[in-house]
Nanobody, 117 residues
Framework: QVQLVESGGGSVQAGGSLRLSCAASGSIFIFSIFVMGWYRQAPGEQRELVAHITSGGRTNYSDSVKGRFTISRDNAKKTVYLQMNSLKPEDTAVYYC?????????WGQGTQVTVSS
């Protein structure tokens, strides 16, 4: 079985930065072949994909975070990162990583990001 564990969240003022990490462990065979994504869920909202990165390093971002967030991966460490700059209160959410497409059995607990004005 595969576990995905998110970390790095916290509380920051608007305009601040955070760097999230997602570490994969367990029976994953070759981490590098999978497309990975960062998702977030704000109170009362559906969980949404905000960024993903392919095995070849191609990235894509939602319009709401484009230009502010950067997704990256370290395949040797089986880890995906999300560098979050110029944070806004609207970025407040629980952030999760997962495969793209989603594998529902691999959701972790997420990491809380709170941005205050």
């Amino acid at each position: 079985q595969v576990q995905l564990v998110e970390s790095g969240g916290g509380s920051v003022q608007a305009g601040g930065s955070l760097r999230l990490s997602c570490a994969a462990s367990g029976s994953i065979f070759i981490f590098s072949i999978f497309v990975m994504g960062w998702y977030r869920q704000a109170p009362g909202e559906q969980r949404e994909l905000v960024a993903h990165i392919t095995s070849g390093g191609r990235t894509n971002y939602s319009d709401s975070v484009k230009g502010r967030f950067t997704i990256s991966r370290d395949n040797a460490k089986k880890t995906v990162y999300l560098q979050m700059n110029s944070l806004k209160p609207e970025d407040t959410a629980v952030y999760y990583c997962n495969f793209v497409p989603i594998r529902s059995d691999y959701w972790g607990q997420g990491t809380q990001v709170t941005v205050s004005s």
